[in-house]
């Protein structure tokens, strides 16, 4: 494998979850997500109507990627938010280590409340990632990883 | 990078699609897209130019099924293959689980595909990756043109390990879920090793 699995657990699940509903209902969004920076998508909280959330994700790590890189060639190490506002609807994305919070709110709420709320949440969303990041590098040294136990029929029937 | 979630029971895995200019790793995508039930993929999302040349990556999420009770779900990208464009192929080559490389089978390739084959592995150095190591699968693209260079030939060139080769005319789907099942099955089995 190219890198250690990220393993999330429920009870870390429902920490992250926890923080991200407390964050929508601060300021006022309609939908927060955290993402990976490679572009996996975490969890989401709020209304996402028929949005495809996996897209997003996808595209929205793709942006900070871009824009990242962007920095470095002027000479900065990293942008650590990317904002986007629409008419109606707005996006901020905070960079937090390898983990991306993204706020998608409206005229309810304006681009200084939620970068005020965001920074909170985001110091707890750190924490939260760290325990998984190490756990998850435990569970890789398990001999009783649940992982362990697939087999090669187990495989096969994704591809039957 | 495996994302692995107990609470939603679900496993994703990133695969990269990687080649020469126009030897069709967006094709791939598509034929995949098309061939599948609406519900076990997402959209199609193309970040392309004017001309339909892959800009920064194409994506589309594909769900393959269950293991022990988890949602196998593999995100699948392409990068863009004009030489110019390779700091986006870099960016995209990060959390990688897999790569497909796909050759342009044409004589008149040839060089670029040997090109392409090292950019891919300067990238993935330069993303602290090694080709030997991770999930690998050569794709022979284009088998049906009249002007190929015959399969052995290929290999001796683009052969890094004793990854699965495959012929492919992904126009017509031969050999693109060859490929892909290939490069599937093989995160998986690094996923068991921990």
């Known amino acids: ?160 | 990078m495996t994302f692995i979630n107990y609470a939603s029971r679900e496993i994703n895995c990133k695969i990269v699609y990687y080649g020469p200019g126009l030897c069709g790793k967006t094709t791939n995508l598509q034929y995949i897209y098309d061939s599948t039930a609406p519900q076990a993929k997402g959209k199609l999302i193309s970040l392309a130019t004017e001309t339909d040349r892959t800009l920064f990556f194409d994506f589309m999420p594909l769900e393959l099924g269950t293991v022990r009770g988890f949602k196998t779900r593999f995100h699948l990208y392409t990068v863009p293959g004009q030489v110019y464009y390779d700091a986006s192929r870099k960016l995209i080559l990060k959390g990688v689980d897999g790569v497909v490389f796909v050759a342009d089978s044409q004589e008149e390739r040839m060089d670029a595909n040997i090109e392409s084959l090292y950019n891919l592995e300067e990238n993935l150095q330069s993303q602290g990756y090694n080709l030997i190591d991770i999930p690998y699968v050569l794709q022979l693209n284009k088998r049906d043109l009249p002007n190929v260079v015959p399969t052995e030939e290929l290999a001796a060139e683009l052969l890094r390990k004793s990854e699965p080769i495959f012929e492919a005319t992904a126009s017509q789907g031969v050999g693109v879920f060859d490929t892909l099942k290939a490069v599937a099955k093989q995160v998986l089995t690094e996923l068991r090793k921990g």
């Open chain 1, 1 to 160: 494998m190219a890198e250690t699995p990220i393993v999330i657990h429920e009870h870390q699940f429902q920490k992250m979850k926890t923080v991200m509903a407390r964050l929508l209902v601060e300021c006022a969004a309609r939908v927060v997500f955290l993402v990976d920076r490679d572009g996996q998508p975490i969890a989401y909280h709020g209304d996402i109507g028929d949005m495809d959330t996996t897209s997003f994700s996808s595209l929205a790590a793709g942006n900070v990627a871009a824009t990242s890189s962007m920095a470095k060639l002027i000479g900065e190490d990293v942008f650590p938010a990317v904002v986007h506002e629409g008419e109606r609807e707005s996006i901020f994305i905070s960079v937090i280590g390898r983990s991306l919070l993204v706020v998608v709110f409206d005229e309810r709420s304006t681009l200084g409340l939620v970068k005020l709320r965001t920074k909170k949440a985001s110091y707890e969303v750190a924490a939260i990632f760290e325990d998984v990041v190490r756990d998850s590098e435990k569970q890789r040294v398990s001999e009783n990883s649940f992982f362990a136990q697939i087999t090669d029929d187990d495989i096969d029937s994704l591809f039957s």
